[in-house]
Nanobody, 119 residues
């Protein structure tokens, strides 16, 4: 089992920045990919970006590429989502997720943290 806890959400103005953190515990050594998803009201949950736990390679949705950066901190077992140049449409609940087997769905999810971009 893997437990995930997000933190760092809040209210920010358009053009501003925010940093989210996901703390992982449990079977850390088994994690393949850690990812961030988001869900806005009335919308389906959408992929934001991911990072390979071992190698550190990252990949992003086109909508956030160049604005968002994912990084990991091995000693702290955390993954961060650095969000810059935030837009109104980035408003959503952001979730951290993990999978253990390459090519499979994300089986482990955090509780989510609200990000609101508003002037």
């Amino acid at each position: 089992q893997v437990q995930l806890v997000e933190s760092g959400g809040g209210l920010v103005q358009p053009g501003g920045s925010l940093r989210l953190t996901c703390a992982a515990s449990g079977r850390i050594f088994s994690i393949n990919v850690m990812a961030w998803y988001r869900q806005a009201p009335g919308n389906e949950r959408e992929f934001v970006g991911g990072i390979y736990w071992s190698g550190g390679g990252t990949y992003y949705a086109e909508s956030v590429k160049g604005r968002f950066t994912i990084s990991r901190d091995y000693p702290k077992n955390t993954v961060a989502l650095e969000m810059n140049s935030l837009k109104l449409e980035d408003t959503a609940v952001y979730y951290c997720a993990a999978n253990l087997v390459p090519g499979t769905s994300f089986d482990y999810w955090g509780q989510g943290t609200q990000v609101t971009v508003s002037s």
